[in-house]
């Protein structure tokens, strides 16, 4: 099992920058992919990015790409997603998830998530 804790979400303004943290425990995080999903109200989750256990390569939503980056320390079992210029309809509720493989159908350990909402 992986346990998988987000952080670092709030409320900020449009054209601010936002890094969120997601910490993991349980099996081996070295050997995990990781990666971001959001879901907005009313919509079904999407995903961001996703990052391989090694830390390269690293896939990004089209849509996103360019604002967002993900990282990962694997000697600190985190990865983070640094959100810049951030706009209204980024908000929304930011899943960490792990799972083995770089595809975003691999996924299978969720964090509960963490809001993020940005104003206008």
């Known amino acids: 099992q992986v346990q998988l804790v987000e952080s670092g979400g709030g409320l900020v303004q449009a054209g601010d920058s936002l890094t969120l943290s997601c910490a993991a425990s349980?099996?081996?995080?070295?050997?995990?992919?990781m990666a971001w999903f959001r879901q907005a109200p009313g919509k079904e989750r999407e995903p961001i990015a996703l990052?391989?256990?090694?830390?390269?390569?690293?896939y990004y939503s089209d849509s996103l790409k360019g604002r967002f980056i993900i990282s990962r320390d694997n000697a600190k079992n985190t990865v983070w997603l640094q959100m810049n210029s951030l706009k209204p309809e980024d908000t929304a509720v930011y899943y960490c998830a792990a799972g083995y493989g770089s595809k975003w159908s691999n996924m299978e350990y969720w964090g509960k998530g963490t809001l993020v909402t940005v104003s206008s």
């Open positions: 349980g099996r081996t995080f070295s050997y995990l992919a």
């Open positions: 990052i391989t256990w090694t830390g390269s390569p690293t």
